[in-house]
């Protein structure tokens, strides 16, 4: 049974969370982003545009993010208009879990409801699934891909499979993120396609990841392969490119 502490604990700077989690038992939390606006909604003072799930400073990258004027979303237009205004984004802890707690977000992001569905205020940009476990390996959105086969299937629409790929012109920012891991994995082995990657990622441990939506550890092949072509085709990553390079 999932163990958790809820709390409606306000984050002033990045200081006091590190505190925080040093002092407490749990890993992760999920958290809400909320305006300045003084709205008194959803539990708290100041209107949601944002849910997640994080441990460490999870809660402050949506910000750093924003700091980039090459990237661009309904959330990080959120922030900088916030920004703009000479105010600070409200950062409210809703509660400390011990495991991922995919059924809170699921709970508050349902009950909050997105913009891009007319239901509400958040920002949160990805089609929220319900996680289910196949083969032993959590799924969320990538359940339909495996709905007739095995998790560690490479789906047909993998368009880099025999495409032979190295590390690429821009190493990631962090080696323990996702990116990292794929990029480190493509250093040590130049000239793998893009199925031998996927087959050597699924031998890495994900578990700390939170986009991986995994509690073991184990991955869906459909999840590394999304993973792979963003590394690949998006200019603002360009962590993979094809080998030899030219």
């Not at 925080?20 to 539990?43: C, E």
């Not at 996702?178 to 890495?204: C, D, S, W």
Request: net charge positive.
């Amino acid at each position: 049974m999932q163990n958790h502490s809820r709390t409606g604990l306000l984050i002033e700077c990045a200081d006091q969370l590190k505190a925080i989690m040093r002092q407490s038992a749990f890993r992760h939390y999920v958290y809400i982003l909320r305006k300045p606006d003084k709205a008194t909604r959803w539990g708290g003072v100041g209107t949601p545009f944002y849910v997640g799930i994080g441990q460490g400073l999870r809660l402050f990258s949506h910000e750093e993010e924003a700091k980039d004027p090459k990237r661009n979303s309904l959330k990080l237009e959120t922030i900088r208009q916030v920004w703009s205004e000479g105010k600070e984004v409200i950062r409210e802890i809703d509660g400390f879990h011990d495991v991922e707690p995919w059924d809170r977000e699921e709970y508050l992001i349902n009950e909050i409801g997105l913009v891009w569905s007319g239901t509400g205020p958040l920002t949160n940009a990805q089609v929220y699934a319900s996680s289910a476990k196949k083969d032993g390996v959590e799924l969320r959105k990538y359940a339909d891909d495996h709905a007739l086969g095995s998790v560690e299937e490479i789906p047909s629409r993998f368009k880099l499979a025999d495409t032979k790929m190295m590390a690429g012109p821009q190493e990631p920012k962090s080696r323990t993120s996702v990116f990292g891991k794929i990029y480190t994995v493509a250093e040590r082995n130049p000239g793998l396609t893009g199925r031998e990657l996927v087959r050597a990622l699924q031998n890495v441990d994900f578990t700390g990841n939170k986009s991986a939506y995994t509690q073991s550890g184990s991955v869906c092949a459909a999840w590394l392969v999304d993973y792979i072509e963003g590394a690949y085709f998006r200019n603002d990553r360009r962590h993979l490119q094809k080998y030899p390079f030219a």
